[in-house]
């Protein structure tokens, strides 16, 4: 327990920096986003200390060998710095994977759901469906002010935003009960709203499709930069890297001027 509380306050010390980083890396993401056309809400924070100290001491009782230094739980920790990404369209995901490899080096990625991870309980669909990274970003994108902030390991949660809203009212109510363990309906309930999301990201899907196909056989005018700019993108993805397509911004300003 003292070396669970000597790492919380060793972290409050360090908050500003992790806050700081995750800042940097939702900024850089979001700016990749909009200029490859893809919708996104982007936000970032620091683990509240709070959370971060029950989780810490929920780790080390399911640890056949507790912590034995401070340096194991930072390791063990890897969402000090979290950056979320909530698509519009969850068929951008893979858009998103070609970019955060661009702009991160990435240690590790997850996809979910995890085909060998029981569910918590009797679930008829498949759960919470994104992709997470866990990344530093890179020095040559920083400015020299800022390089110090490539240390940082930051997770990139990725998925659409009606998953994201799912899996938060999921999480919160079956992992931090307020009222007690939650009964069979009500389990049934939060089951039969991830089926109705699930569905909504197959009609996110054919609505995303169905406009990609009007602008590919339709002379029309663009709307938006995000508009030009994943059009460009689908049409020159397989001739030009994703960075490439920050000159849609430029494109659609110059354009829009006449």
């Known amino acids: 327990m003292d070396l669970v509380n000597q790492f919380i306050e060793n972290y409050k010390r360090r ?20 200029s490859a056309g893809i919708r996104a ?36 920790i890897a969402d000090l710095s979290g950056v979320r990404v909530s698509l519009y369209f969850p068929g951008d995901r893979e858009k998103t994977d070609t970019l955060i490899a661009d702009l991160f080096v990435v240690l590790e990625t997850k996809q979910f759901p995890e085909q060998s991870k029981r569910p918590s309980y009797n679930k008829r669909f498949s759960g919470y469906w994104a992709n997470h990274y866990r990344a530093h970003m890179r020095e040559e994108h920083l400015d020299p002010s800022q390089k110090k902030y490539a240390a940082a390991r930051i997770e990139v949660q990725v998925a659409s935003v009606l998953m994201h809203a799912w899996s938060e009212v999921e999480h919160d109510l079956i992992y931090k009960p307020l009222q007690g363990t939650l009964s069979d ?39 938006s930069q995000y508009d030009l700019a994943s059009y460009l993108y689908n049409y020159l993805s397989n001739n030009f890297r994703p960075e490439d397509m920050s000159c849609a911004w430029v494109m659609w300003n110059f354009c829009s001027s006449f």
């Open 15 to 34: 908050f500003q920096f992790y806050d700081t980083a995750g800042r940097l890396a939702a900024k850089q993401l979001e700016d990749a986003l909009q």
């Open 185 to 223: 309906e009500e389990l049934a309930i939060i089951d039969e709203l991830n089926g109705l999301v699930l569905t909504g990201e197959i009609a996110l899907e054919r609505l995303q499709n169905a406009g990609n196909e009007r602008i590919r056989n339709k002379s029309t005018s663009f709307v």
């Open 41 to 76: 809400i982007v936000t970032s924070r620091a683990k509240n200390p709070g959370r971060l100290k029950s989780k810490v001491l929920r780790r080390n009782s399911r640890r056949e060998v507790p912590y034995k230094n401070m340096r194991e739980i930072y390791d063990d």
